[in-house]
């Protein structure tokens, strides 16, 4: 999904506990298990934040799901890029990586240096106000192409 355009990656997962679990194996499962989700999950998505006064979100592929082969790519893309900025091998570019259980890491602290930075925090103040656009309700409908 492009996102007020970024990327943002979205994955479909089910629970294993979930009684369709085992029929649900890849993203052609889906239509064939639970025909319109894929439809009204892409829609939720692309409108979820416009009543927000936000444009619809885009998609990339056409809008299509990728399958399963392509998620894991991302995945694992993703988790490579993590391990090289918790291991000091990319900029951080501001991020503050400390952390206290990634093994091997630079960045690694003790737990008391943890709390230390946590005694040091100024007290948390009084909350905003908040605004009561979050009280109005929305609704949507999908419309038939």
Known sequence: MIDEGETDWKGMVI???????AQL????DIDKMMPGYLDATREWFRIYKMPAD?????????GK?????????????????????????ADPGGLN?????????????EGSAANDVIDKSPPPGPGAP???VVNKWHYTALLEK
């Open 25 to 28: 194996n890849d993203i052609g």
């Open 54 to 62: 936000k444009p619809p979100n885009k998609f990339a592929f056409d």
């Open 130 to 132: 908040i605004d009561e």
């Open 65 to 89: 799901f990728q399958n399963k082969a392509f998620a894991t790519d991302i995945i694992n893309q993703t988790n490579e890029q993590w391990k090289k900025l918790i291991t000091k091998q």
């Open 97 to 109: 990586c400390s952390n206290t259980t990634c093994d091997g890491s630079p960045y690694k602290i």
């Open 15 to 21: 629970d294993v506990t979930d009684p369709l679990a």
